[in-house]
């Protein structure tokens, strides 16, 4: 095969009349397969193993202390009068937020026709499915009495009773069941192409069963590919809404209340801007170590990072106009609950963690706007870092402010976590971490097939072409 | 699975010719080629990829994939499916009733109807694009090429299949080579049929059967009766620490769990029997208890029901009920000293709860009741007068069963009314029943005189 280039490409100055590489590095089909198939074929580096034993460890502290809640109950939380949504919901927000950028880069960048994604999409959905697991874990168990669980879906039971399909929690059940189903989908629809990669560079028996198996025969017939390209497509135009409407719903659970602080109409759109956010620092966060251990640099190009960086900067300026617009409204609607719910917000015994939200999610990723920082690999995970801190913040602040202090004086409380709450937090962390490690050893880490189709190559489809030699 | 190349040879039939295989290092070569193919006016053959090729489509004339119009129905019968099971569910076979909301309405209902089209959507994009590629086939004779295994990685391929009815091997390999491919082969079909190891089915079978074991004795158990006590995985509550009668504990020095009465307390329910007379206007208690609520749940009937099963046996059953309520033993002397100061409570609160209907006098001739009357022009049952020969003979416990109770359609006002207003009552009805019916000559002067300036 040509190769593209022989010297490596500086994607991050834009040369005019040229579209700028999405692979660097001399790269052909052949070498791409190679460097995306490797981690999966050759023995995981040390890291991986340190990284996986660290996270596996969370993960059974994390069981550990399921189990515990379960045989004692949720008194374990720190949920109580007044606050009886405490820290499970608030990572239960959270986590779903997380994975919207998964959902966001591979379905709307798709339908936008930004190539670019196709580096990142396959980790990112995977990332995805992975923060909704950590996601419906906490309402999972906080509804006590878990064995019950299955009186949450439309099923019959010994009762004979049916849920409220008026309440904003039924409608949860039903939009991140969904969501994790349709994600769920589309990251193994986009894997089957790339899984048949493996499988026929595997050499032991059980990777060739396994990816045999789940590669479901896929042999790369072009009338194959017409219909999985409309399925694809079809499966991104309906994950676009769906991960619209994912957030919107998690927000009417506030939303739908009357208290103060909740019960407002800025909430689905400004936690669906939230979420994608959270869910693009948190990929920028995965993605930086990631690309280095495994060795992808050049195909999640400097020039990735630099793109989703300015996501972030435009996700977190509808943010922190959102906060702007929520003191606005407050004072401009004229209730008084609503006036005090917000002074008491930055003012209050909550104050430290909204100033804590404030520096992180509306100051730090105005950073962005500084070419240097943008570009500097360990400068974007160190504000990816703090995004991720501010939007868990976020949650806390709504959460906990508005019940903590409602209509009457005499039912104000302080909520305080118990060391259950860290620990799970900390728990569903190991999890996530957990899985996404077993992702970028076992799967195809990068959509191979997506990122061929995009390679500028002497007879391809990008419109890249090397300076000729004469002109140097 | 797709990769055991090398069968033991115990050739058990001829191999066929399944088809043939050229292979390209070019993409564009590969769209060039797929024309020649096309044009050459084959129908049963393909190109395989490792990624979509675009403009491969039109060089091999694919047509258009019916694949949007599956996941359209898919979607439509999710949207379906969700109005119809929230109406269903909520609205008819469990209606729930939440502060006067409407059981269905759209608004409400959105949430769900959006995401169950989406769901049913997607599920249609993603089984209808395998189901339309006859996938999964884990089996693949092309799999047995080594060549083969680059499409995947960085090769195209031409496949012709041999059941094509323009194929020949020797011209269509011709055709091939003349298309410029690095290089052409052929695949055949296998002398065995593809089995699964002996030892792969056993061990699967048996670890089905492990699995459908536990359900399968759950449901028996479910199903079944038995006399030994039942399991309890989760006990929700079956089992509370707390002290039941026939037991015996060490919580208290007799050791018995049921406790005895304390002295000087009144067990639920039973304060109203320490003064009978009092709370009921009996001497005692009948056996046959329900006799004194007859009247309150005559009250209580929705009105058509009573319209429909009284009318025809009203006279025998009210007669019934009227003998049943005469024989009780009602009290005739109040059950509490009489001052004047209940005579004037009485007065007021008769002022208050009862002139409105009865009159003033107790004739009869309320207000309301002249209103009524007035309105309704016959329907309405004017009160009875107090001063009839009926009602004078009523014993006063009598009379306070039915001010406490109501009859016919005068309601009970023993919710507004507490006991000792109600007694005082009747006692201010016994002195209107006496004024209607005085001698003249018992009058002194000056009441006779005032009565007769009195207009």
Known sequence: MASVTTEPIDTITEVPGKRTPLVTGTHDYGTVTEAVCRLAECKAPKAWYIALGFSASLVGMLFGLVGYLIITGVGVWGNRSPVFWGWPIVNFVFWVGIGHAGTLISAILF????????????????????????????????????WLAYWLF???????????????????????????????????????????????RATGKIQQFAYGLFSLGWNGSSRHWHRYERAYLLLAALAAPLVLSVHTIVS?????????????TIFPPYFVAGAVFSGFAMVLTLMIPARSICGIKDLLTDRHLENM??????????????????????????????????INRAFGPYAWAYWIMVTCNVISPQLFWFKKIRTTPWMIFVVCIFVNIGMWFERFVITVTSLSRDFLPSSWGYFKPTIVDVLMLIGSFGLFMTLFLLFCKFMPMVAMAEVK???????????????????? | MATTIEQPEKIKAEPQLLGLLAEFDDPHALIEASKKVRDAGYSKWDTHTPFPLHGIDEAMGIKWTILPWIVACCGLMGGTIAVGMQYWMNAVDYPFIISGKPLFSIPASIPITFELSVLLSAFGAFLGMLGLNQLPKLYNPMFKSQAFRRVTNDRFFI????????????????????????????????????????????????????????????????????????????????????????????????GREVRPHIEGTIPRGQYKDDNIPFYYGLKVLPEDQDVITIAVQDEQKPADEKAADAKPADPAAAAAEVDKLAKLPWVTEFPMPVTDKMM????????????VCHGLGGEGDGLVSLRAMELQQGTWVRPASYHTENVRKLPVGRLFHTISNGVRKMPGYAAQIPPEDRWAIVLYLRALQKSHQIDAKDLRKEEVEKLRTTK
Request: glycine residues 6%; negative net charge.
């Open chain 1, 111 to 146: 339908l936008f026709r930004q190539d670019w994604r196709t580096g990142i999409n396959r980790a990112a959905e995977a990332m995805t499915i992975f923060a909704v697991v950590c996601a419906g874990l906490f309402p999972g168990i906080h509804i006590g009495r878990v």
């Open chain 1, 154 to 200: 439309p099923i019959p039971n010994q009762m004979s009773m049916w849920p409220n399909f008026r309440s904003p929690l039924l409608w949860d059940v039903f939009a991140v069941s969904t969501y994790a189903t349709v994600s769920l989908l589309f990251w193994y629809m986009g894997m089957i192409p790339d899984l048949a990669t493996l499988r026929d």
């Open chain 2, 344 to 355: 004037a409570r009485g007065k007021e609160r008769y002022r208050i709860y009862c002139s």
């Open chain 2, 159 to 254: 496949s012709m299949d041999a059941t094509d009815p323009k194929f020949s091997e020797i011209d269509t390999g011709e055709f091939l080579k003349s298309l410029n491919p690095l290089h052409v082969e052929d695949f055949w079909s296998d002398v065995e049929s593809p089995k699964l190891p002996r030892s792969l089915v056993l061990g699967l079978s048996l670890v089905g059967v492990l699995l459908i074991m536990p359900p399968a004795l759950v449901a028996y158990k479910r199903s079944t009766t038995t006399n030994t006590p039942r399991i309890h995985i989760v006990p929700d509550m079956d089992f509370q620490p707390k002290l039941k009668t026939q037991n015996t504990t060490s919580i208290f020095a007799d």
């Open chain 1, 309 to 342: 960086t300015k996501v972030i900067i435009a996700t977190g300026s509808m943010v922190g106009y959102a906060y702007a617009m929520e003191f606005f409204i407050a004072w401009y609607g004229g209730n008084g609950y609503e006036t005090f719910a917000f």
């Open chain 1, 453 to 472: 189709s995009v390679m500028e190559t002497p007879h391809g489809h990008g419109d890249y072409q090397p300076d000729p030699p004469e002109s140097h």
């Open chain 1, 252 to 264: 009417f659970d506030f939303a739908v209340s009357q208290l103060p602080g909740w019960h407002t």
